[in-house]
Every structure is written in C-alpha cells, then in structure tokens.
C-alpha cells in the first residue's frame, strides 16, 4: 500500500519516512512509532486527539492532517500529509541565520499542545526559494543568501504530548528551552504554557538560534529576568532565586550575562515594526500566565493586522 522513499525525521517516539501512497497517488510522512508499550499507549492517544482537530480546524490549514493509522509488525504507524523540513530544520540550513518574522503563523489552540517547538512547526511548501540576507555578518556572496519557504503557511504537528485541559495539570511538560517559568517552578499549567513557548519560537526565528539555551532551571530562570525583568515575586513563593550566587560555575554566570534584553535583541535582529514585535513578545512572555495574551489577544495584535 505504501512505498518508502527515505527518512525524513527522528523523535523520541521513533522515525518518520516519507512513502509514496499507491492508494491516494500522492507522497505522505509515515511515523513508524517504537514497538513498546508506553509508545504504543502515547500513539494511541495521539492518533485520538489527531482526530479532533478536524472539527476546529475547517478547511484543514492549522495542522497536520491526519489519513489514516496502522499497527504493522507491533509498530503503530501514523499516515500523515508530508509537509516540508520543519522551521529547527531550515534555521541549521541557513546556519542560524534569521528568519523573517513575518513567516510566522500563530494557532488558535483549543488543546494544550505542551511541546511547541520549531521542529514542531513544518511549512506546508515544499518549494523554496532563495533571499538575499541583509544582515549576514559573512561578505562571501554565496552565503548571503538564505532558503525560505516559498509560501509563509505552517502546520503544527507532533500531538504525542497534548492534553485535554484539565485541573491540576503540573507534570513537567515541554522541551527545555521552550518551558514556561509556572511550569520550571511547579505552579501547575495550562493554555499560557503554549503561548510562552510561541513567544520562544518568534525570538528564535527573529535571532536564528534558541534564546534560552539551557537545561538547569536556576540558570533558565536567571537568563529569564536577565531578558524579561524581574520575575513577580508571587510566583516565587517563598523560593529565593539564588543567583549568581547559586550557580553550578563562570560558565553559567557568563551564559546569563550574555543574554541581552529583550529590548535589545529585537533591535539587534528586526529591521521594521520593531515596537510592535517587542510589544506583542512582551505579552506572550509575561511571566505570570494569568497574565499573558491568549492566542486570539495575540492574533489580534497590531502586529499581525500590518
Ligand atoms: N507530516 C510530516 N511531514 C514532513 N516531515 C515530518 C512530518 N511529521 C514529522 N516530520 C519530521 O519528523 C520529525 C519528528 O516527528 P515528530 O515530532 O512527530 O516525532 P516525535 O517522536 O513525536 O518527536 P519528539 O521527540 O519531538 O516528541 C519532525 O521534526 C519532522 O522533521
């Protein structure tokens, strides 16, 4: 039923190859799940939740679209559209250089996602084409250009991880660099987790590299106030950020220091609208999530009416 053409990804549930499906005649992305229990159980979950996005998401444009789900030799095997390399895989191939902000399209979450991230994020294009880089720091005109996506549309895929909300919600959830501070500190979670890690992502796409690039909480929390300001101290609770004080080494200290704010890294790295990308950055990344934008305040910011 499906011929397979090469591997196209690696996650922690197992392997994606790209196949050519004889039924439907088109190319489809096949996630070939681990043959363990846990991984079984997971795809199992996923492929419910990869259901329901049909129902808010008419016409089919937000996220990956489901075809159809197989258990072949112990493996669950996810069918899914095949969508081009995802943002992580574009920013190493243009050597982290920036991506225009502009490329960004923001989701209307009705599940918590918990694991956005930019290999999460995959174009709907599969042609691209090459941009000439304003800000490339080489003078070698060979590297002065960068490869983008012809067209700006994005899907979100990777549900392995989503969940319906619900109260109590307070495991430890996303990829490092893209966490939220209610969830480092244990707070417990829910939407405005999504949102903190979007607003990861835009820095990330306006920098060409993770901004918090790092896997120790103190340090994670520590670069956080070193680029939002000072967190509030009733998330703090009675916890004492213990900082410089409490760090593992120089290195970390000097990793904190180089963090600019985040003032200055958009300045840095965006050449037009730069207030209105600060302004919506500091919504999505407001430390206390009772207080950040909600994805339908983010898609209303001016940013996005231009
Ligand atoms: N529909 C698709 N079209 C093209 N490539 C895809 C598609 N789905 C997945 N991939 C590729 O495979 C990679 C891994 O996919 P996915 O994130 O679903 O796996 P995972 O095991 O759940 O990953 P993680 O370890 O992040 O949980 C993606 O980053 C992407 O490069």
Redesign the pocket.
């Known amino acids: 039923m499906y011929k397979i053409n090469c591997k196209?990804?690696?996650?922690?549930?197992?392997q994606?190859l790209?196949c050519w499906d004889r039924q439907r005649k088109e190319m489809v992305?096949i996630?070939i799940v681990r043959a363990l229990k846990k991984y079984r159980e997971a795809a199992m979950i996923e492929i419910e939740i990869l259901q329901q996005p049909g129902k808010h998401d008419k016409g089919g444009n937000r996220y990956?679209q489901f075809r159809d789900w197989l258990d072949y030799r112990n493996h669950i095997c996810i069918v899914?559209?095949?969508?081009?390399?995802?943002l992580?895989?574009s920013l190493q191939e243009n050597n982290c250089r920036s991506f225009p902000i502009d490329l960004v399209l923001m989701h209307d979450l009705s599940m918590i996602h918990t694991?956005l991230?930019p290999?999460?994020i995959?174009p709907l294009s599969l042609e691209y084409v090459e941009v000439p880089d304003c800000k490339s720091p080489s003078r070698s005109p060979s590297t002065d250009f960068k490869t983008l996506p012809k067209s700006s549309a994005m899907k979100v895929?990777?549900f392995?991880?989503t969940t319906h909300k619900k109260e109590d919600l307070n495991y430890i959830v996303s990829?490092h660099h893209y966490r939220a501070p209610e969830v480092i500190l244990g707070h417990g979670w829910s939407y405005p987790c999504n949102i903190w890690s979007v607003g990861c992502i835009l820095i990330e796409l306006c920098k060409g590299k993770a901004l918090f690039q790092t896997r120790k909480n103190l340090e994670h929390l520590a670069m956080m106030e070193r680029v939002l300001g000072t967190l509030p101290e009733h998330m703090l609770k009675k916890l004492e950020l213990v900082w410089p004080e409490g760090a593992s080494s120089k290195e970390s200290i000097n990793a904190v220091m180089k963090r600019p704010t985040l003032q200055n890294l958009i300045m840095q790295h965006v050449d037009h609208s730069t207030s209105d990308v600060i302004h919506l950055l500091q919504g999505l990344l407001r430390f206390d999530p009772s207080e950040r934008l909600t994805a339908k305040e983010a898609l209303r910011h001016s940013f996005f009416r231009e």
């Open positions: 196209i990804g690696e996650g922690t549930f197992g994606v790209e992305a996630k990956v899914f559209e095949n969508l081009g390399p995802s992580y895989d694991d991230k290999e999460n995959l895929i990777d392995g991880s990829t």
